[in-house]
Nanobody, 116 residues
Framework: QVQLVESGGGYVPPGGSLRLSCAASGFTFSMYNMRWYRQVPGQERELVAFVGSSNYSTYYTNSVKGRFTIFRDNTKEMVYLQMNNLKPEDTAMYFC?????????WGQGTQVTVSS
């Protein structure tokens, strides 16, 4: 069965770092685009970062540029989000998403809380 399982979230003070992981299984990971989203309760889910399936092109929302890095390891079927210099406004549930054409899979989410 298809699974995307996020991990690595936690509680961190402002300026701290976390690395989120997303473990994929049940599909041909290397053929899928991967994205990280985040969502605050009561708000729309926001695209944070993207990495392509073929040329490994990346995209970041402006608020995280220079602080976050998305990267993937197709051998391990993992995608990561390295988050540095975290800010309180980064607090959210972070979700991993895979897509290939109209096939879309979501992970369950991992909570990131940035607070003193």
């Amino acid at each position: 069965q298809v699974q995307l399982v996020e991990s690595g979230g936690g509680y961190v003070p402002p300026g701290g770092s976390l690395r989120l992981s997303c473990a994929a299984s049940g599909f041909t990971f290397s053929m899928y685009n991967m994205r990280w989203y985040r969502q605050v309760p009561g708000q729309e889910r926001e695209l944070v970062a993207f990495v392509g399936s073929s040329n490994y092109s990346t995209y970041y929302t402006n608020s995280v540029k220079g602080r976050f890095t998305i990267f993937r390891d197709n051998t391990k079927e993992m995608v990561y989000l390295q988050m540095n210099n975290l800010k309180p406004e980064d607090t959210a549930m972070y979700f991993c998403k895979a897509n290939r054409d109209q096939e879309i899979y979501w992970g369950q989410g991992t909570q990131v809380t940035v607070s003193s």
